[in-house]
């Protein structure tokens, strides 16, 4: 689950690129189909932890039942050492699990999907060593481990030692396998909600991580491709001082960068400190910059959505936002109209960067044609789903993009809990195959992460 250039310079990346070894592929699976049974997962990302259980039936995408529960991380989990971190996530799920009636006594085990949204060198299907971390978690113990074996250690702890985990993905992929089990059209699966991400299905052959007997040793030729397109970092990103300052005050400065103009956990911060800058330099609220504004982390997305959203004569909703957010309860009209251009703006190069990556996905694999069949993106994350301006803009940038004609052929599904699913759909394939291990293969297999 490696991002291909990740967040470091230029320099360092062009001394990265010298060949290195081929990679066997060894986390080898079909996309989740016709299994049964009852699975869990766990996801992890930057704000919440979910538990989810579903009861899959043999029909074509049959989810019999879903039950999942939805917890914020507390403060502590950020910085606590590691053990703790996957303490809670293993306690949660067993506590989750006997509350609905399908873990304790006389109940099978649970067999867990691990859903886990940061950068890992993956090296089996259920194994991988974490990179680094990202977002708000700074948890020591982490990196340079195993996942899967840091989560098992805390079933063990929590007295659930025959727990079994048997996929790790990330958010991206999860969506992908989630949003592909209802929509076969679906080739690319994206995050974009406090952070940001991509998966996609490519051809083996166009792959440079895997050697050519790899490659053909795919039974259909297909792997999917976690991108950590979060990590890109390049001269062409559009960036503006604002950025640089976010950047340099972030715990993980000079990495995630075009996550950190893309996803809900920023846009809020890059507009605070544009109009910062703005009421600095006596162009915005007459030169004085309210005392709230000063503080990091008091403009959110959300309040970046409401002003851009803001049609009303007087600008009223821009104006609760600023008293609401700021403090600011008298502010001119020039004021607010100026505050809901700044949001629009970072809003807008947010969703064309968005719909940039994708229509170089889509060109990657050879989907950015106006003949073909449909092809679909399952997109998963709060900015998408919640704001529906973002969602046209997006669209528009595809049309300029891709043209008309192409983008018509392009859908953009709105997709809620899809990684969650996904984890427990691919639990589910995982189980299934080692149930099945020596029995005759299936005529197409796929990598499920590289």
Request: with cysteine; net charge neutral.
């Amino acid at each position: 689950m490696r991002g291909r250039e990740g967040g470091r310079p230029a320099s360092a990346r062009a001394r990265g690129r010298e060949k290195r070894p081929a990679r066997p592929p060894t986390p080898t699976l079909s996309f989740p189909s016709h299994e049964t049974g009852h699975y869990f997962a766990i996801d992890i990302g930057g704000t919440n932890f979910r538990v989810v259980y579903v009861s899959l039936d043999d029909s074509p995408g049959g989810v019999a039942a879903v039950e999942m529960r939805d917890t914020p991380i507390p403060d502590a989990a950020y910085i606590c050492p590691a053990a703790g971190l996957f303490d809670m996530m293993a306690r949660g799920l067993l506590d989750f699990g006997r509350d609905i009636g399908v873990l304790g006594e006389g109940e099978q085990p649970p067999t867990v999907g691990f859903c886990f949204s940061f950068p890992c060198d993956q090296t089996a299907l259920d194994a991988g060593v974490l990179l680094k971390l990202t977002k708000r978690f700074q948890n020591e113990g982490a990196v340079g481990t195993d996942p899967v074996e840091q989560l098992r250690a805390a079933f063990a702890r929590a007295g659930e030692p025959a727990a079994k985990v048997v996929a790790l993905l990330n958010d991206s992929v999860g969506t992908l396998a989630g949003g592909r089990y209802t929509d076969p059209a679906v080739e690319l699966g994206v995050i974009l909600g406090t952070g940001t991400n991509a998966a996609y299905v490519e051809t083996a052959t166009s792959v440079p991580k895997l050697d050519a007997a790899a490659a053909n040793s795919l039974r259909g030729g297909r792997v999917v491709v976690n991108t950590e397109w979060g990590g890109f970092a390049d001269d062409s990103l559009p960036t503006l001082d604002a950025d640089r300052e976010l950047d340099a005050a972030t715990p993980h400065a000079g990495e995630q960068l075009m996550e950190k103009q893309m996803s809900g956990m920023y846009l809020g911060e890059v507009a605070r400190r544009l109009l910062v800058s703005l009421a600095s330099s006596g162009v915005l609220f007459s030169g004085r910059v309210p005392k709230r504004l000063a503080e990091p982390g008091c403009v959110t997305t959300a309040h970046v959505a409401r002003c851009d959203g803001d049609r009303s004569l007087a600008l009223a909703a821009t104006a609760a936002v600023l008293a609401d957010a700021l403090g600011a309860t008298t502010t001119s009209y020039l004021d607010r109209r100026l505050v809901r251009r700044v949001c629009h703006l970072v809003a807008l190069r947010s969703a064309r960067l968005f719909a940039t990556a994708v229509a170089a996905l889509l060109r990657q694999i050879g989907r950015d044609a106006s003949s073909g069949p449909p092809v679909a993106a399952a997109v998963d994350g709060g900015v998408f789903e919640h704001y529906a301006l973002y969602r046209g803009y997006a669209t528009a940038a595809l049309v300029e993009l891709l043209g008309r004609s192409a983008a018509s052929r392009v859908r953009l599904n709105r997709v809620r809990d899809a990684s969650s699913r996904g984890a427990a759909f691919l639990a589910a394939a995982a189980d299934h195959a080692a149930q099945h291990a020596g029995a005759a293969p299936a005529p197409a297999r796929e990598l499920v992460a590289v």
